[in-house]
Protein backbone atom coordinates (compact mmCIF):
# COMPACT_ATOMS: atom_id res chain seq x y z
CA UNK A 1 0.00 0.00 0.00
CA UNK A 2 1.25 3.75 -1.08
CA UNK A 3 2.03 5.87 1.66
CA UNK A 4 -0.57 8.23 0.49
CA UNK A 5 -3.61 5.49 0.72
CA UNK A 6 -1.95 4.57 4.66
CA UNK A 7 -3.08 8.08 5.52
CA UNK A 8 -6.28 8.52 3.65
CA UNK A 9 -6.96 5.00 5.95
CA UNK A 10 -5.86 6.10 8.66
CA UNK A 11 -7.88 9.72 8.39
CA UNK A 12 -10.78 7.47 7.92
CA UNK A 13 -10.59 5.16 10.92
CA UNK A 14 -9.87 8.08 13.27
CA UNK A 15 -13.13 9.91 11.89
CA UNK A 16 -14.82 6.60 12.38
CA UNK A 17 -14.49 5.91 15.61
CA UNK A 18 -14.05 9.07 17.12
CA UNK A 19 -10.75 10.17 17.38
CA UNK A 20 -10.62 13.91 17.37
CA UNK A 21 -12.02 16.39 19.66
CA UNK A 22 -12.19 19.64 20.13
CA UNK A 23 -12.40 22.05 23.04
CA UNK A 24 -9.84 22.68 25.89
CA UNK A 25 -7.12 19.76 27.07
CA UNK A 26 -4.18 19.49 28.80
CA UNK A 27 -1.67 17.57 27.03
CA UNK A 28 0.84 15.40 28.53
CA UNK A 29 3.37 18.20 27.70
CA UNK A 30 1.65 20.30 29.96
CA UNK A 31 0.71 22.96 27.56
CA UNK A 32 -3.45 23.48 26.65
CA UNK A 33 -4.21 22.41 23.04
CA UNK A 34 -7.94 22.84 21.39
CA UNK A 35 -8.09 19.70 20.04
CA UNK A 36 -7.36 16.25 21.38
CA UNK A 37 -6.78 13.06 19.26
CA UNK A 38 -7.66 9.84 21.31
CA UNK A 39 -5.69 7.19 20.09
CA UNK A 40 -6.58 5.14 23.62
CA UNK A 41 -9.48 4.42 22.41
CA UNK A 42 -8.11 2.19 19.39
CA UNK A 43 -7.84 -0.61 21.08
CA UNK A 44 -11.65 -0.75 22.37
CA UNK A 45 -12.34 -0.94 18.10
CA UNK A 46 -11.02 -4.31 17.44
CA UNK A 47 -11.33 -3.93 13.27
CA UNK A 48 -9.68 -0.40 13.72
CA UNK A 49 -7.08 -1.48 16.24
CA UNK A 50 -6.38 -4.30 13.89
CA UNK A 51 -5.96 -2.06 10.54
CA UNK A 52 -4.05 0.83 12.74
CA UNK A 53 -1.24 -1.79 13.44
CA UNK A 54 -1.00 -3.20 9.87
CA UNK A 55 -0.65 0.44 8.78
CA UNK A 56 2.48 0.43 12.31
CA UNK A 57 3.59 -2.44 10.37
CA UNK A 58 3.57 -1.29 7.06
CA UNK A 59 5.67 2.20 8.37
CA UNK A 60 7.98 0.33 9.82
CA UNK A 61 8.93 -1.34 6.93
CA UNK A 62 9.62 0.86 4.78
CA UNK A 63 11.44 3.67 6.91
CA UNK A 64 12.93 1.76 9.36
CA UNK A 65 13.33 -1.56 7.48
CA UNK A 66 12.50 -5.05 9.46
CA UNK A 67 16.35 -5.75 9.71
CA UNK A 68 17.00 -2.46 10.84
CA UNK A 69 16.41 -2.96 14.72
CA UNK A 70 16.39 -5.87 17.56
CA UNK A 71 13.62 -5.15 19.55
CA UNK A 72 10.46 -2.95 19.97
CA UNK A 73 9.36 -1.07 23.24
CA UNK A 74 6.08 0.83 23.84
CA UNK A 75 6.08 4.37 25.37
CA UNK A 76 3.76 4.21 28.33
CA UNK A 77 1.08 4.23 28.21
CA UNK A 78 -0.66 4.41 24.68
CA UNK A 79 1.82 3.34 22.70
CA UNK A 80 2.52 -0.07 25.06
CA UNK A 81 -0.67 -1.97 23.31
CA UNK A 82 0.42 -1.24 19.62
CA UNK A 83 4.00 -2.00 20.18
CA UNK A 84 2.91 -5.25 21.52
CA UNK A 85 0.45 -6.25 18.69
CA UNK A 86 3.31 -4.55 16.22
CA UNK A 87 6.07 -6.90 17.50
CA UNK A 88 4.30 -9.83 17.39
CA UNK A 89 3.37 -9.85 14.06
CA UNK A 90 6.88 -8.61 12.80
CA UNK A 91 8.36 -11.47 15.05
CA UNK A 92 10.78 -9.12 17.36
CA UNK A 93 10.79 -9.06 21.04
CA UNK A 94 8.84 -6.47 22.83
CA UNK A 95 9.30 -4.35 25.79
CA UNK A 96 7.72 -1.69 28.09
CA UNK A 97 8.91 1.43 29.44
CA UNK A 98 7.30 1.88 32.45
CA UNK A 99 6.09 5.09 33.62
CA UNK A 100 7.59 5.36 36.89
CA UNK A 101 10.56 3.53 38.38
CA UNK A 102 9.46 -0.24 39.94
CA UNK A 103 9.66 -0.17 43.58
CA UNK A 104 10.14 -3.93 44.35
CA UNK A 105 11.62 -7.02 42.27
CA UNK A 106 14.20 -5.74 39.86
CA UNK A 107 12.87 -1.94 40.60
CA UNK A 108 13.69 -1.72 36.51
CA UNK A 109 12.14 0.94 34.29
CA UNK A 110 11.93 -1.44 31.31
CA UNK A 111 10.29 -4.23 31.71
CA UNK A 112 11.48 -7.45 29.05
CA UNK A 113 14.50 -9.16 28.37
CA UNK A 114 17.46 -6.23 27.18
CA UNK A 115 21.11 -7.12 26.22
CA UNK A 116 23.35 -4.46 25.79
CA UNK A 117 23.71 -3.30 22.30
CA UNK A 118 19.94 -4.30 21.24
CA UNK A 119 19.06 -2.00 18.86
CA UNK A 120 15.45 -0.78 19.86
CA UNK A 121 12.62 0.56 18.33
CA UNK A 122 10.50 3.19 20.39
CA UNK A 123 7.14 3.22 19.48
CA UNK A 124 3.89 5.69 20.55
CA UNK A 125 0.83 6.44 19.52
CA UNK A 126 1.46 10.30 18.57
CA UNK A 127 4.05 13.12 19.28
CA UNK A 128 4.20 16.83 20.98
CA UNK A 129 7.31 17.74 22.32
CA UNK A 130 8.87 14.55 22.33
CA UNK A 131 8.99 14.34 26.07
CA UNK A 132 7.78 10.54 26.57
CA UNK A 133 9.90 9.34 24.29
CA UNK A 134 12.76 11.27 25.20
CA UNK A 135 12.06 9.92 28.98
CA UNK A 136 12.01 6.15 27.50
CA UNK A 137 15.08 6.75 25.14
CA UNK A 138 16.72 7.62 27.99
CA UNK A 139 15.75 4.95 29.75
CA UNK A 140 16.77 2.04 27.53
CA UNK A 141 20.21 3.36 27.00
CA UNK A 142 20.86 3.25 30.43
CA UNK A 143 19.94 -0.42 30.36
CA UNK A 144 22.45 -0.47 27.64
CA UNK A 145 20.04 -0.71 24.30
CA UNK A 146 20.81 1.94 21.35
CA UNK A 147 17.76 3.34 20.66
CA UNK A 148 18.14 6.04 16.86
CA UNK A 149 14.56 5.56 15.83
CA UNK A 150 10.73 6.09 16.99
CA UNK A 151 7.73 5.75 14.80
CA UNK A 152 4.37 7.20 15.73
CA UNK A 153 1.05 7.34 13.94
CA UNK A 154 0.89 11.04 14.60
CA UNK A 155 3.31 14.00 14.52
CA UNK A 156 1.07 17.05 16.13
CA UNK A 157 3.77 19.40 14.64
CA UNK A 158 4.90 21.07 17.74
CA UNK A 159 8.95 20.64 17.60
CA UNK A 160 8.81 17.39 18.46
CA UNK A 161 11.15 15.75 15.45
CA UNK A 162 13.27 18.30 16.13
CA UNK A 163 13.46 17.17 19.88
CA UNK A 164 14.23 13.48 19.33
CA UNK A 165 16.70 14.81 16.46
CA UNK A 166 18.89 16.64 19.21
CA UNK A 167 19.02 13.62 21.04
CA UNK A 168 20.00 10.83 17.97
CA UNK A 169 16.37 9.90 17.20
CA UNK A 170 14.71 10.10 13.82
CA UNK A 171 11.14 10.17 13.99
CA UNK A 172 9.33 7.84 11.11
CA UNK A 173 5.27 9.08 11.18
CA UNK A 174 2.83 8.00 9.00
CA UNK A 175 0.46 11.67 8.77
CA UNK A 176 0.93 15.45 10.73
CA UNK A 177 -2.35 16.83 11.90
CA UNK A 178 -2.18 19.00 9.49
CA UNK A 179 -2.59 16.58 6.91
CA UNK A 180 -5.26 15.25 8.89
CA UNK A 181 -7.68 18.11 9.60
CA UNK A 182 -7.00 18.42 5.95
CA UNK A 183 -8.42 15.01 5.18
CA UNK A 184 -11.06 15.23 7.46
CA UNK A 185 -12.48 18.57 5.92
CA UNK A 186 -12.42 16.97 2.72
CA UNK A 187 -14.58 13.97 3.56
CA UNK A 188 -16.60 16.73 5.70
CA UNK A 189 -16.08 14.95 9.04
CA UNK A 190 -15.22 18.55 10.31
CA UNK A 191 -16.37 22.09 9.36
CA UNK A 192 -13.68 24.84 8.09
CA UNK A 193 -13.85 26.58 11.69
CA UNK A 194 -12.37 23.25 13.20
CA UNK A 195 -9.83 22.89 10.36
CA UNK A 196 -8.37 26.41 11.04
CA UNK A 197 -8.27 25.30 14.75
CA UNK A 198 -6.07 22.83 13.88
CA UNK A 199 -4.43 24.36 11.79
CA UNK A 200 -3.61 28.23 13.83
CA UNK A 201 -2.57 25.34 16.50
CA UNK A 202 0.47 24.05 14.33
CA UNK A 203 1.20 27.70 13.02
CA UNK A 204 1.64 29.06 16.53
CA UNK A 205 4.67 26.46 17.16
Same mark, same amino acid.
Given at each position: ???????? /???? #?????????????????? /????????????????????????????????????? +?????? *??????????????????????????????? *?????? /? *?????????? &???? &????? +?????????????? *????????????????????????????????????????????????? =? &??? #??? =?????
Amino acid at each position: MKKEEMKA /ELGR #ILNRIGALRFGTFKLTSG /EVSPYYIDLRIVPSFPDAFKRICDLYIELIKSDVGAD +GFDRIA *GIPTAGISFASITAYHLKKPSLYVRSTEREH *GRGRWV /E *GILSPGDRVL &LMDD &LITKG +GSILKSAEAVRAEG *GVVTDAVVLLDREENGEANLAKNGIKLHYLLTTSELARKLYDMDAIAEE =Q &LDT #ILK =QVKRK
